[in-house]
T-cell receptor, first 115, second 116 residues
Framework: AQSVTQLGSHVSVSEGALVLLRCNYS??????LFWYVQYPNQGLQLLLK??????LVKGINGFEAEFKKSETSFHLTKPSAHMSDAAEYFC?????????????FGTGTSLTVIP | GAVVSQHPSWVICKSGTSVKIECRSL??????MFWYRQFPKQSLMLMAT?????????EQGVEKDKFLINHASLTLSTLTVTSAHPEDSSFYIC????????????FGSGTRLTVV
């Protein structure tokens, strides 16, 4: 079974500062990993995903994440925070294709950007 | 591409009534759709997996007679909350996967249900 842990339910950064949102997973097989963003009263928007290949994945809005198998991590980063980045961020892991269709979400991290 | 439309975006209903929420894949076919529930400041909890042309698969603890799911076509799944109570008030989100566009799931915009 898969599981996801997001360290820090709330993260505050100053505008222009580095954003680092942490995500660790547990999986018995190579996982597929995702980061989603959710704005208030809205659905989830995919930021980026890792399936296979290059371990550094670039997504939308300047975000990127690196899959580190040795650390079972998939941390999300952005070099310079913008006010519009304030939102809820969810890390998710899924079963590999053919073994199921479930997503396992982390508990979420609320990002506040201070002007 | 891979757009999922969810309707309504918000609904208020009286206790004891039923509410139907629709989830449509607009530009792709989805044999499988998923229904999630999200409480304030919490993560998404999978309620059930909706399978086109067959019965839905419910997660443990989810009452299938209360949360009726119908997936009658390849582009539409509906969730009906029957005999709604205030504790059913929540944010409900559906998702679907366009298998022609790689491994990723698209989420609907969610439905805020308030039962009074």
């Amino acid at each position: 079974a898969q599981s996801v842990t997001q360290l820090g339910s709330h993260v505050s950064v100053s505008e222009g500062a580095l954003v680092l949102l942490r995500c660790n997973y547990s999986s018995s097989v190579p996982p597929y990993l995702f980061w989603y963003v959710q704005y208030p009263n809205q659905g989830l928007q995919l930021l980026l995903k890792y399936t296979t290949g290059a371990t550094l994945v670039k997504g939308i809005n300047g975000f990127e994440a690196e899959f580190k198998k040795s650390e079972t991590s998939f941390h999300l980063t952005k070099p310079s925070a913008h006010m519009s980045d304030a939102a809820e961020y969810f890390c998710a892991v899924s079963d590999p294709p053919g073994t199921g269709n479930q997503f396992y979400f982390g508990t979420g991290t609320s990002l506040t950007v201070i002007p | 591409g891979a757009v999922v439309s969810q309707h309504p975006s918000w609904v208020i209903c009286k206790s004891g009534t039923s509410v139907k929420i629709e989830c449509r894949s607009l530009d792709f076919q989805a044999t499988t759709m998923f229904w999630y529930r999200q409480f304030p400041k919490q993560s998404l909890m999978l309620m059930a997996t909706s399978n086109e042309g067959s019965k839905a698969t419910y997660e443990q603890g989810v009452e299938k007679d209360k949360f009726l799911i119908n997936h009658a076509s390849l582009t539409l799944s509906t969730l009906t909350v029957t005999s709604a109570h205030p504790e059913d008030s929540s944010f409900y989100i559906c998702s679907a996967r366009d298998v022609t566009k790689g491994y990723g799931y698209t989420f609907g915009s969610g439905t805020r249900l308030t039962v009074v």
